[in-house]
């Protein structure tokens, strides 16, 4: 059967939802999601999705798109997934070109990619100029027969536990404070430049984020930590960020909103929990161990620089 590729049409949703989770089953992903994601890009995003076909029916998917949110121009992104009975049959391959000839004539320089820590995936990647900068841990949490830490009988003075969905028409605190956290995130790729308008658009509104599940910790009336939850409709739990603003790190408060996140989602009825961590970041990791994650993948953040660079 021959292969083609061509551009994501909005009826390509459901399969290519289908394609993420077989193969990044430690993923969260909605075919809303999927939709959403591409009919809301900023136009300075500049994203394209290509889909590879066999016999009419999906088997690749390529995301391509230019790093809006960082000061520093011309990093463009590639997700390339291929489901694994279809791998080495040249779908990766020409999904790879198209995604890659997108971003050259969107004038990125350098092309960032997260293969998966399989000799397969690297090999692929490295054979087509791709080098590994740093790696980042997926870990998994049996949320139905986990035994979370009991949360604290009290609190400190001053500090307490609420949800992002009691923040009402008010979320600029939430934003400022993922700003913070995500600017001290350990990566090669920073997005510093993030704008309240775009988050509100793609965090806060964003269809798989769950509002009433993502624990927000005030110390005072202020924001101190936080932890964003996303899930998907069937059971599955995924922590989209978490952390503590500078002024309040030490106190145990990122891992207070996780564990109050983590039960909010058992009590909903998730039975699974995914995150991951930057292979350097060893307070989260800590937090992550203790409230009982077990490693499931890693992957790498790999760069390929464009002639010219």
Not at 78 to 107: I, M, P, T, Y
Not at 129 to 143: E, F
Not at 182 to 201: G, H, K, R, S
Request: glycine letters at 8%; charged letters at 25%; proline letters at 6%.
């Amino acid at each position: 059967m021959t292969i083609t590729v061509r551009p994501f049409r909005r009826s390509d949703a459901r399969d290519v939802c289908d394609v993420r989770r077989r193969v990044l089953p430690y993923n969260i992903s909605t075919p809303q999601f999927v939709a959403w994601e591409i009919a809301e890009a900023p136009a300075a995003r500049q994203l394209r999705v290509f889909v590879a076909e066999e016999d009419g029916r999906i088997v690749g998917v390529a995301k391509a798109s230019v790093q809006h949110d960082s000061s520093t121009p011309g990093q463009g992104v590639v997700a390339l997934l291929v489901d694994s009975g279809q791998r080495g049959r040249g779908a990766g391959s020409a999904l790879l070109a198209a995604a890659e000839d997108h971003l050259a004539g969107a004038g990125a320089t350098h092309l960032h990619a997260h293969p998966r820590d399989d000799p397969r995936s690297l090999s692929f990647a490295e054979r087509r100029g791709y080098r590994r900068l740093r790696a980042s841990r997926h870990l998994r949490l049996d949320l139905a027969h986990a035994a979370l830490p009991p949360l604290p009988a009290s609190l400190p003075p001053g500090t307490e536990l609420r949800t992002a969905a009691d923040l009402g028409a008010d979320p600029r605190p939430l934003f400022e404070a993922d700003v913070e956290v995500t600017v001290d995130e350990p990566d090669d790729l920073v997005v510093d430049a993030m704008t309240y308008e775009d988050w509100i658009t793609h965090t806060w509104e964003h269809p798989d984020i769950d509002l009433d599940l993502t624990t927000v910790v005030t110390v005072d009336g202020e924001i101190a930590a936080f932890s964003l939850a996303r899930t998907d409709g069937r059971g599955r739990y995924g922590s989209e960020m978490t952390g503590t603003r500078r002024a309040y790190r030490g106190r145990g408060l990122a891992r207070l909103a996780k564990t109050d996140s983590l039960n909010r989602a058992r009590e909903a009825g998730c039975t699974e929990a995914f995150t991951s961590n930057d292979a350097e970041n060893a307070p989260m990791l800590a937090v992550n161990a203790a409230l009982g994650y077990r490693p499931c993948a890693v992957e790498w953040h790999c760069v390929r620089e464009l002639p010219g660079a």
